[in-house]
């Protein structure tokens, strides 16, 4: 009741203006006049009505255009918007060493994985046990982030920065880390059943009997592949 009192308060006061008033009279008045002459002397034709549907059409399409053009850039500006949050949001939790820092890094990744992009930076975050299933991470800078413990069943990961990365009794099945810099990463117990090392480069890296890999023939396919590796695995 307040806001219908309000509204009826606003439109009393936009029409108690003398010449508002006297504009809005003369204008009906006029418009009166105009609709009356042009019907008495046969103006509103078949011709003049194709001409107003004409018009219409037209202006009907530009609005359709004009809107979509709207539409596209609000939604560009929208996902620009979003991703600059996403990434600032990560950064914000970079060099935190909590299971927070974890889950909110994880949540942002998918969100910004929704977008169809790929996080600016994950130097050095704290991922433990984060569930990363399937995430896209191509490219991602990951050296020195600590993803011990981490669900990276069926990543991508490949060309991804992983130079000291901790990936210890983190899951990789099915991971795509073909490309990838794994350079002094810690594979200890780390399950890499079924994920492609294709051209990844194995130089100084960590492992344990309970580290799980492909098939030997799958591994062989990545670079600098260990000595000891090689021989625990019949790799010539």
């Given at each position: 009741m307040r806001r219908r009192g309000q509204r009826l308060g606003f439109w009393k006061r936009l029409f108690s203006s003398d010449t508002l008033r006297n504009l809005f009279f003369i204008f009906i008045g006029v418009s009166a006049v105009l609709w009356?002459?042009?019907w008495r002397t046969g103006f509103y034709?078949?011709?003049w009505l194709q001409d107003v549907l004409v018009e219409a059409h037209g202006m009907w399409f530009d609005i359709l255009i004009l809107g979509l053009l709207a539409t596209v850039l609000s939604i560009v500006a929208e996902k620009k918007q979003n991703l600059q949050r996403y990434n600032e949001e990560i950064q914000d939790f970079l060099g935190w060493q909590s299971d927070e820092a974890s889950y909110r890094i994880a949540g942002n990744i998918r969100r910004i994985n929704q977008l169809g992009e790929v996080p600016e930076t994950l130097s050095g975050a704290y991922l433990v046990n984060a569930n990363l299933l399937s995430a896209n991470l191509?490219?991602?800078d990951l050296h020195f982030a600590n993803l011990s413990g981490a669900y990276l069943v069926n990543?991508?990961?490949?060309?991804?920065?992983?130079?000291?990365?901790?990936?210890?009794?983190?899951?990789?099945?099915?991971?795509?880390l073909s490309f990838a810099d794994l350079r002094f990463a810690n594979l200890?117990?780390?399950?890499?059943?079924?994920?492609?090392?294709?051209l990844a480069d194995l130089s100084n890296i960590k492992w344990d009997e309970d580290t799980q890999w492909p098939a030997p023939e799958e591994v062989?396919?990545?670079r600098n592949i260990p000595d000891a590796l090689k021989q625990q695995l019949g790799i010539e």
């Open positions: 009356f002459v042009s034709d078949d011709d191509r490219t991602a990543a991508k990961l490949s060309h991804a920065k992983l130079l000291s990365a901790n990936l210890s009794f983190a899951d990789l099945s099915f991971a795509n200890l117990s780390a399950n890499l059943r079924s994920a492609d090392l294709s062989a396919k990545a």
